[in-house]
T-cell receptor, first 110, second 115 residues
Framework: EDQVTQSPEALRLQEGESSSLNCSYT??????LFWYRQDPGKGPEFLFT???AGEEKEKERLKATLTKKESFLHITAPKPEDSATYLC???????????FGTGTRLLVSP | DTGVSQDPRHKITKRGQNVTFRCDPI?????LYWYRQTLGQGPEFLTY????????KSRLLSDRFSAERPKGSFSTLEIQRTEQGDSAMYLC?????????????FGSGTQLSVL
């Protein structure tokens, strides 16, 4: 059964303090690994899809990387507006659904 | 692109009542998904449609749950005889499916509270 584990559960950073979020996954055949951002009371907002080991994608202060067992979301010089829950999900090649982790709650203090 | 729209945003009901939620996907999208999310958890897959055909249902979707997507446009999710365990955020997502690429856009969800 596909599994996604995210760590840490919560992370508190000072503005400008760079860090990384981890997503470990188990899937029989990876079709894609997704990162989403979710603000309180809202639906997840798409950030990135990664398809194969070694792939990297960037958007503003965020950079996502992928290996055969895990993905990292690197946050460089974060700002308070980056505060949110970051969700990782995998899509198995044999299925259409996304399997989500429980997320990392990020709080960036000014 | 007006995004995925869900209605209502909040629903409070008493145990045993029936409720229905509506989702309007992005107009050109051919796939529509329903997920459920409880506090502190990631979204869990319930079911999905490609055009008007319901192609997969999770075992989480008991007989009390039914979803439709008439004419491949909007979708409804009905819960009959609600139970307190049904309290959750119900999320709809849509995508333009391509064999090699799929990106899901989520709505803001319907928050259901069963008293």
């Amino acid at each position: 059964e596909d599994q996604v584990t995210q760590s840490p559960e919560a992370l508190r950073l000072q503005e400008g303090e760079s860090s990384s979020l981890n997503c470990s996954y188990t899937v029989s055949g990876l079709r894609g690994l997704f990162w989403y951002r979710q603000d309180p009371g809202k639906g997840p907002e798409f950030l990135f899809t990664l398809y194969s080991a070694g792939e990297e994608k960037e958007k503003e202060r965020l950079k996502a990387t992928l290996t055969k067992k895990e993905s990292f979301l690197h946050i460089t010089a974060p700002k308070p507006e980056d505060s949110a829950t970051y969700l990782c999900a995998v899509q198995d090649a044999g299925f259409q659904k996304l399997v989500f982790g429980t997320g990392t709650r990020l709080l960036v203090s000014p | 692109d007006t995004g995925v729209s869900q209605d209502p945003r909040h629903k409070i009901t008493k145990r045993g009542q029936n409720v229905t939620f509506r989702c309007d996907p992005i107009s050109e999208h051919n796939r529509l998904y329903w997920y459920r999310q409880t506090l502190g958890q990631g979204p869990e897959f319930l079911t999905y449609f490609q055009n008007e055909a319901q192609l997969e249902k999770s075992r989480l979707l008991s007989d009390r749950f039914s979803a439709e997507r008439p004419k491949g446009s909007f979708s409804t999710l009905e819960i009959q005889r609600t139970e307190q365990g049904d309290s959750a955020m119900y999320l709809c997502a849509s995508s333009l499916y391509d064999r090699d690429y799929e990106k899901l856009f989520f709505g803001s969800g319907t928050q259901l509270s069963v008293l």
